[in-house]
């Protein structure tokens, strides 16, 4: 199934009259599906903002809602039939996310002082509040032309102090400001896209976002973002500009070369060993993705399986 086609064959959507509200109604379960894989219902304004492929007004949205009968409506969510316990998980998870916010943005600002750091997002479930209590802190971070490996380093160094002091961060995905553009398009990606907050370098996010406008063809009427409540802080500081002066030439250079030898060979040697899944993971000069558990596939298989499911009702 193409991910950016979400037309079903679906009794609950009205086959007679107007194609686009027929288009608008088949979107609407697509949409609820693919959050329903994350046992995640939807209010009618989410499922406007997240409508899958199909541009629609919020009234048309409402009114594919009330077509459907078997959806689940429960005070102002809408789910799956028989997934109306899905909006417990979402309270549930949303107060855990709550309690996990405020170390995510401690740890957000030390990450965003580090040498060669453009940029620092929330990603995950945390960016979308889905999270159950002690859950990892997803981030993408982007870095400085050349130096994506020193800065890795220095990432990972970081990670590791933070789990001592009890913080589970996981800065699973590095972009040199060079590579913006995300060349696995997806509705997974498209939404790990949009649902990202970002918390330092709102320039470079602005960036990112023009680097994949592609994005509009999954999420028509989410592109091109989610405002965040405030905006993202500053990158940098003294000591970052001492240390980027210091390695902008021959010496960073070659300790660019070295660390990221040094990293991919380790990596590869997880990957072999079986240590690391790597399916969905890669990694090179102008970036990292550790994404080792092919998390992606595992959605949009699930996903595909809603669909295929709500064709045969």
């Keep these: 199934m193409n991910a ?17 509200a027929r288009a608008v109604a088949d979107a609407v379960l697509a949409t609820l599906a693919y959050a329903d894989v994350f046992d995640y219902p939807l209010t009618a304004k989410e499922v ?3 409508l899958v492929a199909v541009r629609a007004t919020p009234e048309q949205v409402a009114a594919a809602l009330a077509s459907v009968p078997a959806l689940q409506c429960t005070d102002g969510y809408y789910a799956m039939p028989g997934r109306e ?4 998980a979402r309270r549930r998870r949303a107060a855990a996310a709550a309690a996990l916010w405020p170390r995510a943005q401690r740890w957000a600002r030390v990450l965003a002082a580090l040498p060669f750091v453009r940029m620092v997002a929330v990603t995950g479930a945390l960016s979308v509040e889905n999270v159950e209590a002690g859950a990892d802190i997803d981030y993408l971070v982007v870095v ?15 990670a590791r102090l933070a789990s001592v002091r009890g913080a589970a961060l996981c800065p699973n995905y590095l972009l040199s400001v060079d590579t913006l553009a995300i060349p696995l398009r997806s509705l997974y990606t498209a939404h790990e896209l949009l649902q990202m907050v970002p ?15 592609w994005i509009a063809g999954f ?11 405030e905006g993202p802080g500053p990158v940098g500081g003294t000591l970052a500009r001492l240390a980027e002066a210091a390695l902008r030439g021959r010496l960073g250079n070659a300790l660019e070369v070295r660390l990221q030898r040094l990293q991919i060979a380790r990596l ?3 990957i072999a060993t079986g240590q690391l899944g790597g399916r969905e993971a890669s990694f090179g000069a102008d970036g990292y993705k550790g994404h080792f558990d092919a998390h992606g596939e595992r ?9 295929q499911a709500l064709r045969g009702a």
């Design 4 to 20: 950016a086609d979400p037309t079903l064959a679906a009794p609950h959507s009205a086959r007679g009259g107007d194609p686009h």
């Design 48 to 50: 406007h903002r997240d």
């Design 85 to 88: 316990a899905t909006v417990a």
């Design 144 to 158: 400085a032309a050349g130096r994506l490996w020193v800065c890795r380093a220095l990432v990972t160094a970081l």
């Design 199 to 213: 918390l330092a370098g709102q320039a470079t996010y602005s960036r990112m976002l023009d680097a994949n406008r």
């Design 219 to 229: 999420l028509p009427n989410a592109y091109p973002a989610r405002a965040p409540a």
């Design 268 to 270: 590869r040697r997880k």
């Design 299 to 307: 959605i949009t298989r699930a996903w595909t399986a809603r669909v």
